[in-house]
């Protein structure tokens, strides 16, 4: 838990713990006037939020962290696994038609090209396939991969990865998805897909106060 605002009483505790830490529970509970009970859930949440930190036999202290840095950390713990969908994978020798096809029946907007082996070999993303159209090709005989942006020129992440760290990556090359990949001997297997879309997703989780 990380509550953006705390109500009176955790202030109040907070700035009993600033002026007199270490200070034992039931000495910030003599000072309110509360039992030690009616104090232990906020001591709970301003300890696990960060804010203070409690050392047995001595009392709680405060730890200095303000809510931004508090939270800062906190996002800067989140991990793809968190947060990744489940990839859309087309083989490299479909033709672009079936992609298109593919892309409008699962509602995605990038889709990843294995191999025979269900290694990673490409991308395709909505103006890849765009572009492709855009020409007087014959869309049911062009396999993908002529089109696709292809390996090893392809931003990949790993399931333990941040998300900040990704979120770096998706902005500085100007793409909508990474796939989530496992390194195997042969190459790369795809296990996940994270998008604009999950990161969106961190955005409101924030704001509604639900990722801790
Ligand atoms: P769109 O082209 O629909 O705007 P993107 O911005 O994701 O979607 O893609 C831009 C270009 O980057 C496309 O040519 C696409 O093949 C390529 N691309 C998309 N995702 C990746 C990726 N993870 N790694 C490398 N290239 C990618």
Redesign the pocket.
Known sequence: MLPIELNKRQELILQIVKDNGPITGENIADRLNLTRATLRPDLAILTMAGYLDARPRVGYFYTGKTGSQLLTEKIKKLQVKDYQSIPVVVDENVSVYDAICTMFLEDV??LFVVNKEALLVG??????L?RASLGKQELTTIPVNII??RMP????CKKEDLMIDVAVRLIE???????VTKETDKGLEVVGRLTKTNMTKVLVDLGHDEMF
Do not use: Y
């Open positions: 907007g990038t991308v395709l993303s909505r103006k890849d765009l696709m942006t020129n392809i931003t990949v090359k100007q793409i909508d998805a990474v796939p």
